[in-house]
């Protein structure tokens, strides 16, 4: 069967400066970035570290290489904690981690990508003088990791069943591999909705990505 092509980027670009869009309904913690300059942090050296703006950051001393080939890099993500939430992404032989922060909207179109028994979604185009050519998205990258704003419900006990406590829009991270094409776009657009902080509701003004660079494209 062809590859599924959804063009998705007068849909993203509107969803991300208006607010239609839902969190996702999914657990997490965390409060919004406020930086704005599109960035782009790529993984090569062993021992690469370092924050890129966004909220994701490379674990120190996160690479591991793989006996099949390929690597195995550490992330941490900013969720507005004490401490950052792990997460660990498998590459393939020759790949590059990149890690870019941009602001909304994007520009950028994905689609989805059949390879074997599995599903990938990959840039097919990255609009000229979008803030995604800025920050060095390349067609052919695959997403594999995007914050995202979830709604947390709140903790209900024996003695708040009359009165539940209301649920909270939370940053947070949507990992993309094998999920369903409208999901990860969902999870995109999920950044159109204010955060819920101590301080009040706080847009989220910006995207963290974690791409995947094949060795045809790097």
């Known amino acids: 069967a062809p590859p599924r092509r959804t063009r998705v980027v007068v849909r993203i670009m509107r969803a991300l400066l208006a607010t239609p869009a839902a969190p996702l309904r999914l657990r997490a913690a965390g409060r919004a970035s406020a930086h704005r300059r599109a960035s782009r942090h ?4 062993a021992n690469a570290d370092g924050y890129t ?6 674990a120190e001393d996160g690479r591991r290489a793989r006996s099949s080939g390929g690597f195995e890099q550490d992330f941490e993500i900013a969720l507005g904690g004490e401490t950052p939430a792990p997460v660990t992404a498998k590459f393939e032989p020759g790949s590059e981690a990149v890690i870019v922060t941009i602001p909304r909207p994007l520009g950028i179109a994905f689609e989805e990508k059949t390879v074997g028994i599995y599903t990938q979604i990959v840039v097919d185009e990255v609009v ?3 803030n995604a050519a800025k920050a060095d998205v390349k067609v052919g990258d695959i997403l594999r990791i995007t914050t995202a704003v979830f709604n947390v419900p709140g903790v209900i006990d ?3 069943w009359l009165n539940p406590p209301k649920s909270t829009n939370c940053k947070a991270f949507y990992v993309c591999d094998q999920k369903p094409f409208d999901k990860v776009m969902d ?9 819920d902080t101590p301080d009040g509701p706080v847009e989220i003004m910006e995207v963290g990505l974690v791409l995947e660079r094949p060795a045809s494209a790097a």
């Open 158 to 160: 024996v003695t708040a």
């Open 53 to 58: 703006g966004g909220g994701i950051a490379l």
């Open 128 to 130: 000229e003088g979008s």
């Open 42 to 45: 790529v993984v090569r050296a």
């Open 187 to 195: 999870a995109i657009k999920s950044h159109a909705v204010p955060v």
